[in-house]
């Protein structure tokens, strides 16, 4: 894939998105959302892109794989992100700990992130490049908590 912003062109290649599940076996429980937590007009995901700069410590170690095994560790203490949201009575959000694992995709972008300078300002087509929505996660109830890409940059 392709795209520009001002005169940046990169190609993003993605693998196939995986659940990764709590390393360790968690509690089977529904958990009522607070009421602040709650509001209809809080119902939707909410983007959110960070960057950061390789450690040379970690020379030599695959950062998805880092990345993949930390985020099942944390689910065994966190485990109600690897559930579902549902709606029980009155429409009341709970979240059921399935421990069915949140959506991981890994991803390489040819592009170096000082090229991209403040071309990743809100609205650009870059932004949409490199925040990838996987088709039938971008729903509240019986989706995925949580939705996170590994993008390495060349």
């Known amino acids: 894939m392709s795209t520009s912003s001002s005169s940046i062109w990169f190609t993003v290649t993605r693998q196939e998105p995986k659940l990764v599940v709590p390393a360790e076996p968690t509690p089977r429980e529904l958990k009522q959302?607070?009421?602040i937590d709650d509001q209809e007009g809080l119902r939707f995901q909410l983007p959110t892109i960070m960057f950061?700069?390789?450690n040379p410590s970690?020379?030599?170690e695959d950062p998805v794989?880092?990345?993949r095994e930390a985020l099942a560790k944390a689910l065994s203490f966190y485990y109600p992100f690897a559930g579902r949201l549902v709606e029980g009575p009155n429409r009341k959000l709970l979240v059921d700990c399935t421990s069915?694992?949140?959506l991981f995709v890994e991803a390489d972008a040819e592009v170096e992130l000082n090229?991209?300078?403040d071309a990743i300002l809100p609205g650009c087509p870059v932004l949409k490049e490199l925040l990838h929505d996987v088709?039938?996660?971008d729903?509240?109830?019986g989706c995925p908590l949580l939705l996170l890409q590994v993008e390495l940059a060349t």
């Open 58 to 60: 970690m020379d030599g």
């Open 100 to 102: 069915e694992g949140v």
């Open 139 to 141: 729903g509240i109830l």
């Open 52 to 54: 950061y700069e390789s």
């Open 33 to 35: 959302l607070s009421d």
């Open 65 to 67: 794989s880092v990345i």
């Open 135 to 137: 088709p039938g996660s």
């Open 115 to 117: 090229q991209l300078g």
